[in-house]
């Protein structure tokens, strides 16, 4: 696992000014009003790539840049964290999991939602249950003064709690500005203590090989609010 330095960004840098925050919220606005509008399009024999295509398509009509590759992980592909949109076509039964972000006037939008197609099985009702439960749980636990790896202790407890803490194979957050990955990194390994109005992303996820994943993926300012306001009920498309 990665120490928390090797990210860019510092103690100082991750400390986000009102300015900076206000452009975090609006790139986060811009990044889940582009996934609603995205939604209805996906059904059943289109590809992850035309989604992913999409996405971008409808930053541009917005005139925003992405801050970073769309990912559009269906099925099996979902199984892995940074999969790349590929020709697969969704299928009902599908678990698809989107984790997208827009610029605003060079400050990123980062989240992640996976949704189902058509039918949810019992064993994937059930480990979407356990992602939203510790995806919440860590944003709770995110206070000023709390160390990183704690935050990601309370996560991964869920996960390990329920039996899957082998397929959490990620960190459970990391700061966003600039750069969507920037300092700190939230895992296992950090020791950075959190301070009020640093900006950082919580993604806890459960990757099962051959079968698929979920993640679901916020962007919240310590001490203040969650960016996203997009349900994590999941969503039978
Ligand atoms: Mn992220």
Do not use: W
């Not at 990665?2 to 990210?7: E, I, V, W």
């Not at 064993?123 to 000023?144: H, L, M, P, T």
């Not at 160390?147 to 397929?167: L, M, P, Q, W």
């Amino acid at each position: 696992m990665r120490n928390a330095n090797d990210l860019p960004g510092d103690e100082i840098s991750a400390v986000k000014s009102p300015d900076e925050i206000a452009k975090l919220r609006m790139a986060a606005h811009f990044t889940q009003k582009i996934l609603r509008e995205v939604l209805p399009l996906i059904k059943t024999g289109v590809s992850e790539i035309q989604i992913a295509d999409e996405i971008l398509q409808i930053m541009d009509s917005l005139g925003l840049e992405s801050a970073f590759d769309t990912i559009v992980a269906s099925g099996e592909n979902g199984a892995q964290p940074h999969a790349v949109p590929s020709e697969r076509k969704f299928a009902n039964g599908d678990l698809i999991t989107i984790d997208l972000g827009c610029k605003y006037e060079g400050y990123c939008g980062d989240m992640t939602r996976t949704f189902a197609l058509g039918f949810v099985s019992e064993d994937f009702k059930k480990i979407y249950e356990i992602v939203k439960n510790a995806q919440i749980a860590g944003i709770q636990a995110v206070s000023d003064g709390i160390i990183c790896r704690n935050v990601d202790a309370v996560s991964r407890g869920i996960v390990s709690e329920a039996g899957f803490g082998e397929t959490f194979v990620h960190g459970t957050g990391h700061g966003v500005g600039r750069y969507v990955h920037e300092f700190p990194r939230v895992n296992a390994l950090s020791e950075v203590i959190l301070k009020n109005n640093m900006v950082i992303a919580i993604e806890p996820g459960i990757y099962i090989k051959n079968i698929g994943g979920v993640r679901i993926e916020d962007t919240i300012v310590v001490g203040g609010d969650n960016f996203y306001d997009f349900t994590k009920e999941l969503i039978i498309l």
